[in-house]
């Protein structure tokens, strides 16, 4: 399995933050944001990963990170040239998956526990992780019926479960072909929730709940919670050792 990271975006909502640089590479807690989703990946056993960033500071990863070599992975880059959206940025990464399965997770996600397991037992199709929230409005939103998904809906007004859909998706190769019939949203953009519900009719669609944190860091207050969470955790897995 390769692992795809979306890092694209203009990060409007933390300007001025932004202004100078990607959001990818704001600091959360003691790292630059990127580090967390290359590290759910790395930890998950996937050794060759993609990024996916907007023009303007695309060199700055590759400063940051270069071939991957430091964290014994190897490293490549892409460049989505419009907003068109997460799922028009996962295509770019089609002929570069090759065929294989692929595990994409969004830049901006900071996740404590570890998929390895989940990687290691895919068996095609899709699989989504979620996590019980407060604010489930704010986010894509499955309902569940047993141990099925039966829809997941885009920040619905009023969710029909606490469970938000985060920012890290297991997919088979056919996702690119999936992506590839999706016509643009309202918002103009192809949107990574159609290429779920597409799974999703297909009754392809497994998911895994959260045990441990999860923030997404798009936002002031989101960026504060996410660095506090990683913060709590180094200082209690320091304590224990």
């Known amino acids: 399995m390769k692992g795809i990271i979306l890092a694209g975006g203009t990060g409007s909502r933390l300007f001025p933050l932004t202004k100078v640089t990607n959001k990818h590479l704001l600091p959360v807690y003691n790292k630059p944001m990127i580090y967390y989703p290359l590290h759910t990946l790395i930890n998950a056993g996937i050794t060759e990963i993609m990024i996916i960033s907007g023009r303007g ?26 907003s068109g ?31 390895k397991d989940d990687v290691a037992s895919f068996e095609g199709g899709a699989k989504i992780f979620l996590k019980a929230v407060t604010d489930a409005h704010r986010f894509g939103v499955a309902e569940l019926k047993k141990d099925q998904v039966i829809s997941i809906e885009e920040k619905p007004p009023s969710p029909k479960s606490n469970y938000a ?21 309202g918002r103009g953009e192809l949107e990574i929730t159609d290429v779920n519900n597409a799974y999703l009719q297909k ?35 320091q304590s224990d050792s």
């Open 203 to 237: 009754e392809m669609m497994k998911y895994a709940i959260l045990k441990g944190f999860w923030s997404d860091a798009g936002t002031f207050d989101s960026l504060l919670r996410a660095s506090i969470l990683v913060q709590q955790y180094s200082e209690n897995k």
């Open 165 to 185: 859909v985060t920012g890290l998706y297991l997919y088979d190769y056919k996702v690119f072909s999936i992506i590839r019939t999706l016509k643009p949203s």
């Open 57 to 82: 500071h695309a060199g700055h990863f590759l400063e940051l990170l270069g071939s991957g070599m430091e964290f014994g992975i190897s490293l490549t880059y892409e460049i989505q040239e419009t």
């Open 85 to 115: 959206g997460i799922a028009q940025a996962l295509g770019l990464a089609a002929s570069w998956a090759d065929e294989e399965d692929v595990a994409v997770i969004l830049g901006d996600n900071i996740f404590q526990d570890n998929v």
